[in-house]
């Protein structure tokens, strides 16, 4: 019984994304969800109370993930050796991820929604561009920290490059952010 | 009255954008805007007939701004010289339209307008990535391409960097987005 309460909730939120997708989280309702699963409104009430749950539950593991990378990022001793653990994790991530992001990109809903869940812990939003620049960083690499940011996740969610493979999306997207932030490329992307 | 009407017309869109900015698109109503105003629901009736109508001429201006910079690039004979003034006037767009570029970067509703509103002409935001890569492109210059305008416009927009100048701003995106496409640094921005 477990293990099917699992998937129908994992099926839930694949298929709440996918929806939110097409729809936007606002143009997304209960009763398309329970509709596009086959399910009755009742069962995903079952899982989840409000539309707000799901949406902090399809973002949730990508933010746990990405929190996990600064925690760990902050115990390397070197500030570049951080700014590349931290280049290398968000970029695997956003790739994994292309849908999420571009839902997450372009839609306040779900943006709101992560604010929310993030609520009381120290937001990885703020978290981030504060890694990339060394403390004693010029106005210029604070700007290049978040054009790299914005670029890396709205480029890789962009349906134009959803064609292009993981692998080869990571690697552009890893020369791309290192570039802006001054880093040398990554031996294995040199051709 | 041609004066009165132009003003009430430019000052509604300013409130329009303004309440855009705090609630979105889809959370602004024709009476929240006439609220604002101080006027009557029928009062923006005379000017707009539908919000679909106030968020496209909301946007409309700097839209064809940035299709008369791409008109005029394309009459440049080198490709370089072509990236180089779409670089500039688009940073200064940008920079000159935060709080719109902001709305437009964050809400699916003033992007679907704008979808609308460039229906029937070549859109913009196709001709945008096509002009700042050469023909001769390899992949990674596409990818980079994308991050330079997303990066640009969504950093533009941001509310962490609303307290910047916009000299220092424009000159700041300006040099990243350079770095990205690998072009020089313009010679007044090095110190």
Not at 41 to 54: G, P
Not at 55 to 62: F, G, I, M, R
Not at 138 to 150: C, F, I, N, T
């Amino acid at each position: 019984m477990t293990a099917t309460k699992g998937d129908t909730r994992t099926r839930l939120l694949d298929t709440a994304l996918g929806l939110f997708t097409v729809h936007g989280v606002e143009g997304t309702s209960l009763q398309m969800i329970a509709d596009a699963l086959g399910v009755t409104k009742a069962a995903v009430y079952y899982h989840f109370k409000t539309k707000d749950e799901i949406t902090e539950a399809v973002a949730e593991p990508a933010l746990r993930e990405l929190s996990a990378i600064l925690d760990h990022a902050a115990t390397l001793k070197r500030h570049s050796a951080q700014v590349d653990y931290v280049i290398d994790g968000l970029v695997d991530l956003i790739v994994r991820n292309r849908m999420l992001v571009a839902v997450f990109c372009s839609d306040p809903g779900i943006a709101r929604a992560v604010e929310r869940s993030l609520h009381g812990e120290e937001n990885v939003m703020t978290r981030l561009p504060a890694m990339l620049v060394p403390p004693d960083a010029d106005e210029g690499a604070v700007v290049a920290a978040h054009v790299a940011l914005a670029g890396v996740a709205l480029a890789g969610g962009s349906p134009a490059l959803m064609a292009m493979d993981d692998e080869r999306l990571r690697r552009h997207l890893g020369d791309a952010v290192r570039r802006l932030l001054g880093r040398p490329r990554r031996r294995e992307n040199l051709s």
